[in-house]
């Protein structure tokens, strides 16, 4: 099974300050034959179910703010929320899709300064 | 639009089984994979495995092998998932959640609690 690994496991930032995520991969999630990373990055606010914000590890979902942006390849990859605002309070989490069985990082947890 | 929508929640006996429903709308049900995922109170994601509505087949993650069935009425355009021989730590919310040529989950349904509880 590949393992993720995402740090740190909380985070606290400065409204309209960076939040800087990191998630790492136990082994390459990069598919050679298409050179596509099966990365995505979810968030999840409370009592709702996690939402897609970013896949192929640095394309944003229709509709997600351009304040959040994916970067990485191969076995390690950043989520990055340019200027934090409130709504972004939140749990993310790193999901792997190269294989199965699917696995989620352990989550980060993002609340404010 | 992509709508799923899941059975309200459910409270068993240790042993028991639950079968979650999930009734898709806004699409061609056979066209997409449906994801099993859970999630503990507090905890993080889960996944259980998936389901091709168009073939029937399917593919478990290990640690539930033996104890989930997951299938599909394609008239009704609802899937479903059963976790049988249930025990306290399946206390768990199930989302279902639909592929698509991104992602394996990318819509995901609202959710159904199950606690189990003597």
């Known amino acids: 099974d590949i393992v993720m690994t995402q740090s740190p496991d909380s985070l606290a930032v400065s409204l309209g300050e960076r939040a800087t995520i990191n998630c790492k991969s136990s082994?390459?999630?990069?598919?050679?034959?298409?050179?596509?990373?099966?990365l995505a990055w979810y968030q999840q606010k409370p009592r709702q179910p996690p939402k897609l914000l970013i896949y192929?590890?640095?394309t944003r979902e229709s509709g997600v703010p351009d304040r959040f942006s994916g970067s990485g390849s191969g076995t390690d990859f950043t989520l990055t929320i340019s200027s934090l605002q409130a709504e972004d309070v939140a749990v993310y989490y790193c999901q792997q899709y190269y294989n199965t069985p699917i696995t989620f990082g352990q989550g980060t947890r993002l609340h404010i300064k | 639009q992509v709508q799923l929508v899941q059975s309200g929640a459910e409270v068993k006996k240790p042993g028991a089984s639950v079968k979650v429903s999930c009734k898709a709308s806004g699409y061609s049900f056979s066209s997409f994979d449906i994801n099993w995922v859970r999630q503990a109170t507090g905890q993080g994601l889960e996944w259980m495995g998936w389901?091709?509505?168009?073939?029937?087949?399917?593919f478990y993650a290990q640690k539930f092998q033996g104890r989930v069935t997951m299938t599909r009425n394609t008239s009704i355009s609802t899937a479903y998932m059963e976790l049988s021989s249930l025990r306290s730590e399946d206390t768990a919310v199930y989302y279902c959640?639909?592929?698509?040529?991104?992602?394996?989950?990318?819509?995901w349904g609202q959710g159904s609690l199950v606690t189990v509880s003597s």
């Open positions: 959640a639909r592929g698509s040529v991104t992602t394996v989950t990318t819509y």
């Open positions: 082994q390459s999630v990069l598919y050679s034959s298409n050179n596509k990373n099966y």
């Open positions: 192929w590890a640095s």
């Open positions: 389901m091709n509505p168009n073939r029937g087949n399917t």
